[in-house]
């Protein structure tokens, strides 16, 4: 799918991997695109970091070894798109 043609943000839940890894590009948080794919992250996961834990969050952050102020963008950007 070319950027052009990324679904749009109301469907972001029907999002492939390499949907998610698109909007990190356009989101300056292109550097996690790799990581986001190798651990399937796609818009149904997206969608269900809402419901996680504070141990999940934490969890997630560890693995894609994200920045805290990464992480605080990535919410506000879901945020704004849900």
Known sequence: ?????????LDFFIWTVEDVGMWLEDINLGSYSQIFKEHGVNGEYLEGMSMFTTEQILRFIRQCHMKWG?????CKELRRIK
């Open 1 to 9: 799918m070319s950027k052009e043609q990324l679904p749009e943000p």
């Open 70 to 74: 990464d992480f605080i963008t990535l």
